[in-house]
């Protein structure tokens, strides 16, 4: 017979009930959903704590600020991106105007100081708008509000920016030399132009691709009467040059470099571009009381004899009157032949 096992002793052998090994002590068994509700309200009750509360508003408040920046930035962006159109005074008010004088007036005075021409620059145009503020109001608000096109701006300053091309230069020299030339010999108009077509005929070339790369599509259809010229009609009598005139002391190097603007701003914008600051800025009046012509510019004889010993005017009477230049030098050529 296999020996009898007691019930106790049995019971001693057999493992300890599931619930012995589910649960500690004094924690009842529970089941899987009611685990899953008794963690949920325990995260409710969390989410419900001030400390939870307080986190939650500072990352609302951050992402808030942060919106804020990015649109501010877009914003800033936008408006760099989108800046004030250009106008005819704001042309003349610019650092580029002043810089490109500057330049001018030192290609004509190497020896200059540049910081000093500078501030005379900036003077000068200072002036300029407050004369035409002064004598011009009605011009002078049109300019406020006549718009310029990067296209348009570049055109109107083609011929300032010519001002120190290296053959303008030489031009200017020549015209110079012809004018002291003949008021030292006490020599009248015809002495004159004689001496101007001799001195720039060699130049010929020069001023006809001056004249192109100026007035690009311009008519380049030059007179070949000397006489029919405006500035033979108009003028007579013995060559006058104030050669003793001291250039420092006044800007009429700015005007005339204000007036030639002042011209190619006319070309470009036509009539929507006032006439009278150009008419202001006149580098010289027609010397002859008795002409009848009103062209309202300067012929090209007057205008040299006035403007010297001003190299910048000079130069604004060449390039204002390029074409009766280049005729003059031609007949003279075929008279010659």
Not at 87 to 108: F, G, Q
Not at 197 to 217: C, I, N, R, W, Y
């Amino acid at each position: 017979d296999s020996p009898r096992v007691s019930t106790s002793a049995r019971s001693a052998t057999l493992p300890p009930p599931l619930s012995h090994w589910m649960a500690p002590p004094g924690l009842a068994l529970t089941s899987s959903s009611d685990e899953e509700e008794q963690l949920f309200n325990q995260a409710g009750a969390q989410k419900r704590s001030p400390a939870f509360l307080m986190a939650g508003a500072a990352l609302g408040a951050a992402a808030l600020a942060g919106i804020v920046v990015l649109a501010g930035y877009a914003t800033g962006s936008m408006s760099r991106a989108q800046p004030q159109p250009m106008t005819v005074r704001s042309l003349l008010e610019s650092e580029e105007l002043a810089d490109d004088m500057t330049h001018n007036i030192m290609a004509y005075s190497g020896d200059a100081d540049a910081g000093v021409v500078h501030v005379r620059v900036l003077a000068g145009l200072g002036d300029i708008r407050a004369a035409i503020q002064e004598q011009a109001p009605e011009a002078h608000n049109q300019m406020g509000s006549l718009a310029l096109n990067p296209k348009q701006k570049e055109a109107a300053m083609r011929v300032l920016k010519a001002y120190r091309d290296g053959r303008m230069v030489g031009l200017t020299r020549k015209v110079t030399a012809a004018v002291r030339e003949t008021a030292l010999e006490k020599g009248d108009q015809s002495v004159l132009a004689r001496k101007l077509a001799a001195v720039l005929t060699p130049s010929l070339s020069d001023m006809k691709q001056l004249h192109k790369e100026m007035f690009p599509g311009a008519n380049e259809e030059f007179k070949l009467d000397l006489h029919d010229m405006p500035g033979l009609k108009s003028w007579n009598g013995e060559v006058q040059v104030d050669l003793g005139r001291r250039l420092s002391t006044d800007s009429s190097d700015v005007r005339a470099q204000a007036h030639t603007l002042f011209r190619g701003l006319e070309r470009e914008l036509g009539d929507a571009m006032p006439k009278a600051p150009a008419r202001m800025l006149q580098v010289a009046a027609t010397s002859s009381s008795s002409s009848t012509e009103s062209t309202g510019e300067a012929s090209f004889m007057d205008c040299i004899t006035k403007a010297v010993p001003n190299p910048a005017a000079v130069c604004s009477c060449i390039a204002d009157n390029m074409k009766d230049v280049v005729s003059m030098v031609m007949n003279f050529i075929q008279n010659k032949s």
